[in-house]
């Protein structure tokens, strides 16, 4: 029978605590920034359902983890690590969807099917939301239980 060996219980440093404190800040930012396509720019030929699913659910989903996250994070010093990196793997999940949605939009780009500035404006806050995810879970990857 092996023992498992325990990690430090040192804090990490300043660059992370600050990080992690501003990663709900920015999920609010890039929700509001992902929502934004279907409603604005420009124009592709795509049905409202379809843009639900690909900008309105993650900006959900990225909106309802940064706020409890935000609001766990005031009741306590600092919000249960687990919880936190619980929410940068749904907000990773999210940009995942999000990138996975967009790229028949850029294969019609390359085809000269759809403008790229379009395909540029719609297909931007998925990537956004992907690097916030990835930043989220490696800012909070030392959290996880052993």
Do not use: C
């Not at 060996?5 to 609010?28: E, H, M, N, T």
């Not at 396509?37 to 659910?57: C, F, K, Q, W």
């Not at 907000?91 to 540029?120: C, I």
């Amino acid at each position: 029978m092996t023992s498992r060996s325990k990690r430090p219980s040192a804090d990490p440093p300043q660059s992370i605590r600050s990080a992690r404190r501003f990663l709900p800040v920015a999920g609010l930012v890039m929700a509001a920034w992902a929502l934004l396509p279907p409603y604005s720019g420009p124009a592709l030929n795509t049905e409202m359902r379809v843009e639900v699913a690909d900008h309105v659910i993650p900006a959900l989903v990225m909106t309802t983890v940064s706020v409890a996250v935000i609001v766990l994070g005031r009741q306590r010093k600092e919000p249960l690590p687990t919880l936190s990196l619980v929410a940068g793997a749904l907000v990773l999940l999210a940009g995942l969807w999000m990138v996975s949605t967009h790229v028949p939009l850029v294969a019609q780009a390359t085809r000269g099917e759809v403008t790229w500035s379009a395909t540029v404006y719609h297909a931007a806050p998925s990537l956004a939301v992907l690097a916030l995810g990835l930043v989220w879970v490696v800012a909070h990857w030392s959290d996880a239980p052993s």
